[in-house]
């Protein structure tokens, strides 16, 4: 073997099958205090998403066509901006319906398939 093949796999975590062997169960320890705090955060965050989806979607739907392109008008709105926003949310909503339709048929073959 060259050194550089013996250097790097000296220095390969992966060389090393100890280091991703997860410890017995009776040396793991019990979580952070802090981790269950960060629970209620992560629920937080998705609250605060799903509430900015809902207020973006009926804020950039009901403006559609009913925004001014002059800079002076008090309606002015980019419309590259707008058409963006539209955008993004439209993608947000499809993907979302997506998720649902694949989810409920995965579902569904899952609970037809474990009557066997």
């Not at 392109?69 to 993608?91: G, K, Q, R, S």
């Amino acid at each position: 073997m060259s050194p550089t093949v013996k250097t790097f796999v000296a220095i390969t975590p992966f060389s090393q099958r100890t280091v991703f062997a997860p410890p017995p169960p009776h040396e793991m320890k019990p979580p952070p205090e802090w981790a269950s705090k960060c629970d209620g955060a992560y629920q937080h965050d998705y609250f605060r998403r799903t509430c900015g989806l809902c207020a973006g979607t009926a804020w950039v739907y009901s403006t559609r066509y009913k925004f001014s392109e002059d800079p002076n008008d008090p309606t002015f709105c980019h419309p590259t901006l707008y058409w963006y926003a539209f955008w993004i949310i439209t993608t947000g909503w499809i993907t979302i319906g997506f998720v649902i339709v694949v989810g409920g048929i995965l579902v569904s073959c899952a609970l037809c398939c474990s009557g066997d």
